[in-house]
C-alpha cells in the first residue's frame, strides 16, 4: 500500500498551546514522526491561563500524568466550581459546579422535581441538593468516585494552577517523548507558490525550517494562520464586549478555597484564582465603558491581600478563525480565537483540537473533506461556549451601569434566545450532543442569574407530594453522609500533592 504520511511536524509557540499540542502529538503518534517546537524567549506567553475544567483530566491521561505530581508541580489546587458573584443582580452570588445537582429519577432530571418542590412551597435552592456546592463551601476536597450505593456521582473536579510552570512540566514530558525544541524566531514564513501551502519558516539567525505540518501556536500574534494564510477573524465583541484584562497575584489567604471566584464589576467582572503559592486576579472589562486605570484601581481595591507586583495588562477581541486548519496549517490556542476566560474554556479548547486532530489527521495530500471536517466540528464548538458565555452577560437584572444595560438589551444569537425561552416557559433543556457544557451547567447559570421557569414537567407528578418531600429529604441526607468524612481541600493538598517549590 502506498502512504502519504506525515513526517515533518513543525509548531510554532511554546506556551500552553504549544506545548500541549506537542506533548499530546508526540505521546499519540508514532516515533517515525519528526516534532519540532520553535519558540521565542525574547517574545512573552500570555501565561495567565490558570483555571480549567474537568475535561482536562482526560488529556492528563491520556499522557499518563500522575495527577498528585502533576498538581505539585504545577503549584496547583482542586476546583469543583465557580461561583457567580454580582452577575444577576448585585448582590447575588451562585457556584456554577461541575456536578449534577440531586439525583435523576425516571429519566428525569432532579431539577424538575426541584421545581415541582419549588411550586408546591418548599423553600431552599436547587445548591442545597448539590454534592459540589455542600463540599465547596465546607473547603472539602476529596477523590470521590460514586456517593456510597446510589447512582449519584461523586465530585468532577478541575485545577488551578500556575500557567508558567504547566508549559514548563508539559514541556519535560514531551522532550523525553522525542519532541525537538528550537529557542529562535520566526521572521518569515515561505508559501508553495503552486498550492500556497506552508514550505518552510525563515529564522531570525538564518535558517530554514521545513515542515508538512505546521501548527500555528502563536498566541494573539497567529503568525502563520492569520499573517501568512490570510484566515480571516470573526469578532464576537459585539456579543462578547470585554477586551481588556489586568493581571495581577497576590499573597494567599486561607482557607484555601476550591473554587474560583468571578465577581462582576461595573464594567465586566474579576477573577480569583487560588494556588498553593498565591492567589491570581484578573480583571476582565470593555474599555469603551472604563479606562484602563479605572480598571486597575478597582481590581486593586478588591484583593484579598497587596498586590505583589505591578499588574500586567492584556488586550484581547473575543471571537474565532473563520478556519482553524486551512491547506497545511492548523491553529491552536489563542492563534485561532478567545471567547473570554469566564468559564476558563480555553485550555480545554486546545486539548479538545489537539484531540480532534490526531482523530483527523491528515496526509501529505491535506484532502478538502478531511480539512473541511475538522473545522465542522471546530466552528461548532467554538459556537456552542460563545451561546454559554453570552448567557452570562445577557441573563441579568442589573441596570446600574451602562455596560450591564447594554449586555442586557443586547440582540443575542437566536440559538441562544431558542434556549432561553424553552427554559423559561417549560423548564427543559436540550443540549446539542457536541455543546462541551452539560443541561446541569445551562440549568445553574440559568437560575443562578434568574430566569425561573414557568412550569416543570408533567413526569414530576407521577410521585405524590409525601413522597417528592421524602425524596428531596433523603437526597440531602446522602449528600451530608458523603461530604462529612472528606478533608480540608488544605489538608488533602498538604498530604497529597504539596508544591514542592512555592
Ligand atoms: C486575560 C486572560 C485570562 C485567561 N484565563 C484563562 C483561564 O483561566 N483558563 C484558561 O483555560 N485559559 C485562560 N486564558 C487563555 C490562556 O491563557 C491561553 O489559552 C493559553 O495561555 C494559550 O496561549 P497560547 O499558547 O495560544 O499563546 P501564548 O501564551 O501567547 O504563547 C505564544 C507563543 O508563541 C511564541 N511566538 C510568538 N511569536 C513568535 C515568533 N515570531 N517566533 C517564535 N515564537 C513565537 C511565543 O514565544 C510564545 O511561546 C486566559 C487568557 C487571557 C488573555
Not at 502519504?4 to 517515525?32: F, N, R, Y
Not at 529564522?203 to 492569520?226: K, M, Q, V, W, Y
Not at 484531540?355 to 465542522?376: G, Q, V
Request: proline share 3%.
Amino acid at each position: 500500500m502506498q502512504t502519504d504520511h506525515i513526517e515533518k511536524i513543525v509548531i510554532v509557540g511554546g506556551g500552553t498551546a504549544g506545548w500541549v499540542a506537542a506533548a499530546a502529538l508526540s505521546k499519540m503518534l508514532p516515533d517515525k514522526i519528526r516534532i519540532t517546537l520553535i519558540e521565542s524567549d525574547a517574545i512573552r506567553t500570555v501565561g495567565v491561563g490558570e483555571a480549567t475544567i474537568p475535561q482536562i483530566r482526560r488529556l492528563n491521561g491520556m499522557l499518563g500524568l500522575d495527577e498528585n505530581e502533576f498538581v505539585s508541580e504545577t503549584n496547583g489546587t482542586f476546583k469543583l466550581g465557580i461561583e457567580f458573584n454580582n452577575w444577576g443582580q448585585l448582590g447575588d452570588s451562585y457556584l456554577h459546579t461541575f456536578g449534577d445537582a440531586g439525583i435523576n429519577l425516571s429519566n428525569l432530571h432532579f431539577h424538575q422535581y426541584w421545581l415541582r418542590h419549588h411550586a408546591e412551597g418548599g423553600t431552599g435552592s436547587l445548591w442545597d441538593y448539590s454534592l459540589h456546592h455542600k463540599a465547596a463551601y465546607a473547603h472539602k476536597f476529596g477523590r470521590l468516585e460514586r456517593v456510597g450505593n446510589t447512582s449519584m456521582t461523586g465530585l468532577a473536579y478541575a485545577y488551578h494552577f500556575d500557567a508558567g510552570r504547566y508549559a514548563a512540566y508539559l514541556r519535560k514530558k514531551a522532550e523525553a517523548t522525542g519532541v525537538t525544541r528550537i529557542e529562535g524566531k520566526v521572521e518569515g514564513v515561505q508559501l508553495a507558490p503552486d498550492t500556497g501551502h506552508i514550505k518552510s519558516l525563515k529564522l531570525e539567525n538564518g535558517d530554514t525550517l521545513e515542515g508538512d505540518l505546521f501548527i500555528d501556536c502563536s498566541g494573539f500574534r497567529a503568525l502563520l494562520i492569520g499573517q501568512a494564510l490570510d484566515v480571516e477573524y470573526r469578532d464576537w465583541s459585539h456579543w462578547l464586549p470585554c477586551n481588556r484584562a489586568v493581571a495581577v497575584g497576590c499573597k494567599t489567604s486561607s482557607p484555601l478555597l476550591p473554587y474560583t471566584k468571578a465577581t462582576a464589576h461595573e464594567a465586566g467582572w474579576q477573577w480569583r484564582i487560588p494556588l498553593q503559592h498565591r492567589t491570581g486576579n484578573g480583571h476582565v472589562f470593555c474599555d469603551s465603558f472604563i479606562s484602563e486605570d479605572e480598571a486597575v484601581e478597582t481590581l486593586l481595591k478588591n484583593l484579598d491581600a497587596p498586590a505583589l507586583g505591578e499588574p500586567k495588562p492584556l488586550r484581547f477581541t473575543t471571537g474565532r478563525r473563520e478556519k482553524f486548519w486551512h491547506k497545511n496549517c492548523v491553529s491552536l490556542g489563542l492563534s485561532s480565537g478567545f471567547l473570554e476566560p469566564l468559564e476558563s474554556t480555553s485550555i480545554h479548547l486546545i486539548q479538545s483540537n489537539v484531540s480532534k486532530l490526531i482523530e483527523l489527521f491528515p496526509t501529505r495530500a491535506f484532502d478538502e473533506s478531511h480539512e473541511a471536517e475538522y473545522n465542522r466540528q471546530v466552528s461548532n464548538e467554538y459556537d456552542l461556549i460563545r451561546d454559554f458565555l453570552i448567557l452570562h452577560y445577557h441573563q441579568t437584572q442589573r441596570d446600574d451601569s451602562e455596560f450591564w444595560r447594554y449586555c442586557a438589551n443586547m440582540d443575542v444569537p437566536d440559538s441562544l434566545t431558542a434556549k432561553m425561552e424553552l427554559f423559561e416557559n417549560t423548564g427543559l433543556l436540550y443540549r446539542n450532543p457536541e455543546d462541551l457544557f452539560r443541561e446541569s451547567s445551562w440549568v445553574q447559570v440559568m437560575l443562578g442569574q434568574g430566569l425561573h421557569p414557568k412550569q416543570y414537567h408533567a413526569m414530576a407528578d407521577r410521585i405524590s407530594s409525601d413522597q417528592l418531600a421524602r425524596f428531596m429529604s433523603d437526597v440531602q441526607t446522602i449528600i451530608g453522609r458523603a461530604t462529612d468524612p472528606l478533608p480540608s481541600h488544605q489538608d488533602f493538598i498538604e498530604t497529597q500533592c504539596k508544591a514542592a517549590l512555592q
